[in-house]
């Protein structure tokens, strides 16, 4: 979440920001809230004081003063009592009103409401021509026989699958390829829990519940599968404080995900892309605020780098502000040159990477 001082000094920016994601949030109704809570809390707090004053004075007052005192007490303690039945209501609406206020967006955020305005900034490498029309992976995979979604569908459900022989090795490789990049990049591993409870998911920014969740949760628990090890590793020092001298402190996890929604039907999210669980390497930092740009641009270099050490064309892509989810800021995509996807080939997501800035900082009580 924002700084409440924050959107309170420039709710224009904040609805601007709110606009352009086309997203539900009202920013009226959270300046009412956060005035009302904070004139309650004087209140209680004033009244507390005198409760505490009048506690006090009891044992020392006269005998004829002893009782209105009491009285007083007892008639201070009724009013604050039904004064924190209200504060508790008023703050209950106060932080479901916060938890609605995306991130702020910078200058320059390319405007749009889907992923067709998104802007390309620059192609790298160039795509492949063959004289024939390329097979996809499907194609290649009846000869090949090495992803099972006939199995996978009987064991797990539609869009999961059994990857065999040289493609689980190949799957392993290019994990320890991005491992072995990052670290040498000063990350350092973990292996994230595959789960986690629902308020780490909401302090990283999503949402575990409702009809637009795309969070699988667990029945009778507080925990859901993690859709991203982002989850995990911000979770993993919720309520932390950090020594400025410690950072930045970058970390390079492996974990499965897991997604609901697994993407429209048709060409363009069939078979492998666009499924229910998949492995991912996830780099994270915690930075002092002042670096966080330049963590950003240098996690984007360190997964143009892997492309090009791979050979694999790709084109660099600026996410438009109704493309975003609520944490980032900014958000780039790096989407690979596919040559058997669709008619002629197309361009894919396969990595992105954001600044989230301050957002999940706040709402997981992670300081410096």
Same mark, same amino acid.
């Given at each position: ?6 959107i309170?000094?420039?709710q224009e920016?904040?609805?601007?920001s ?9 920013v ?5 809230l956060?005035?009302?809570k904070?004139?309650l809390?004087v209140?209680l ?6 409760r505490?004053?009048?506690?006090k ?37 106060y ?10 967006? !910078?200058?320059?955020t390319p405007?749009g ?6 802007v390309?900034l620059r192609?790298?490498g =160039?795509?492949?021509?063959f ?5 996809d ?5 009846? =000869?090949?026989q090495m ?7 009987k064991?797990?459900?539609n869009?999961?699958?059994?990857? =065999? ?9 290019l ?6 990049k990052?670290?040498?990049k000063g990350?350092r591993?973990?292996?994230?829990p595959d789960?986690a ?6 302090g990283?920014?999503?949402n575990p519940r409702?009809?637009e969740?795309n969070?699988?949760?667990?029945e009778?628990t507080?925990l859901s599968?993690?859709?991203t ?6 979770g993993?020092?919720?309520?932390h ?7 930045p402190?970058k ?9 609901r929604e ?9 078979g ?10 996830e ?16 996690m984007?270099?360190i997964e143009?780098?892997?492309f ?14 109704g493309?975003?989810?609520? !944490?980032a800021?900014?958000?780039y ?8 996807k ?6 894919g997501?396969v990595?992105?990477t954001?600044?989230?800035?301050d957002?999940q900082?706040?709402?997981l009580?992670?300081?410096?």
């Open positions: 979440m924002l700084d409440i001082k924050f309170v000094e420039n920016l904040i609805k601007h709110i606009v352009e994601r086309n997203t539900k949030a009202d009226d109704a959270l300046v009412s956060y005035k009302q904070n004139e809390q209140q707090d004033e009244l507390r004081a005198e505490n004053n009048i506690a004075s009891i044992p020392q007052a006269s005998n004829d003063d002893r009782p209105s005192l009491i009285e007083k007490g007892k008639s201070l303690k009724e009013e604050i009592q039904n004064l924190e039945i209200d504060f508790d209501k008023i703050m209950a609406a932080m479901l009103e916060m938890e609605n206020i995306p991130n702020i967006l !910078p200058e320059g405007s409401f889907t992923d067709e305005s998104n390309v192609y790298e =160039k795509p492949t021509e004289n024939f029309k390329a097979k992976h499907l194609e290649l995979n009846e =000869k090949l992803i099972d979604f006939e199995a996978g569908a064991v797990a459900g869009k999961c699958y059994f990857l =065999k022989d040289d493609l689980v090795l190949l799957s392993y490789a994990q320890m390829y991005a491992i072995n990052t670290m040498s990350f591993i973990v292996e994230a789960f409870r629902n308020e780490i998911l909401s990283s920014g999503f409702g009809e969740s969070i699988y949760c667990i009778d507080d599968l993690i859709a090890s982002e989850i995990s590793i911000g993993m020092f919720k309520d404080v950090f020594e400025e001298s410690d950072l402190n970390y390079v996890a492996v974990s499965h995900c897991f997604r697994a993407g429209a039907g048709g060409q363009s999210s069939k492998l892309y666009r499924v229910h669980q998949f492995t991912k390497i780099m994270y930092q915690f930075v002092n605020p002042d670096t966080s740009y330049d963590a950003h641009e240098e984007r270099e143009e780098e892997i090009k050490d791979l050979e694999i064309p790709y084109q660099l892509v600026h996410i438009c502000a493309d975003l989810g609520s !944490p800021y900014k958000k995509d790096i989407e690979a040159w596919m040559p058997g669709g008619e002629n080939g197309e361009y997501e990595t992105s954001s600044n989230c800035t957002f900082s706040r709402r009580n992670i300081k410096y």
